[in-house]
């Protein structure tokens, strides 16, 4: 499975130098599940991702984007209606902004 998030934290891990086995403990985890969530096998907790940005010095709103993006095609990828059932949504999030 393509990982938005998972390419993106590899490529910044592997940017700073730092090893699986370095990050992993800082977001009290083992190697084997941070590398699942590099090759977007498994998800990281929403909560991880600000302690994952500033681990490796990135900008936690774009972290968070590309986590929510893979969320979200985890939940559509498979269905018949997906870019439907997204355009519908985008509209709903867009009538609640411009009601603020």
């Known amino acids: 499975m ?3 998030f998972g390419e993106k934290i590899r ?4 940017k700073q130098k730092l090893y699986l086995r ?15 969530i590099e090759k ?3 998800h990281l907790k929403r ?8 681990i490796l010095k990135a900008n936690a709103d774009e972290l968070q984007t590309l986590w929510l ?15 439907e059932a997204m ?8 009538l609640k902004k411009n009601k603020k």
């Open 47 to 54: 909560e991880q991702i600000s302690v994952l940005a500033e």
């Open 22 to 36: 370095q990050v992993a403990p800082l977001l009290e985890m083992d190697t084997a599940q941070l590398s699942k």
């Open 40 to 42: 977007g096998l498994r």
């Open 2 to 4: 393509n990982s938005q």
């Open 69 to 83: 993006a893979d969320q979200i095609y985890a939940v559509v990828k498979d269905e018949k209606f997906a870019n």
């Open 87 to 94: 355009q519908v949504a985008d509209m709903k999030i867009n």
């Open 11 to 14: 490529t910044l891990r592997e």
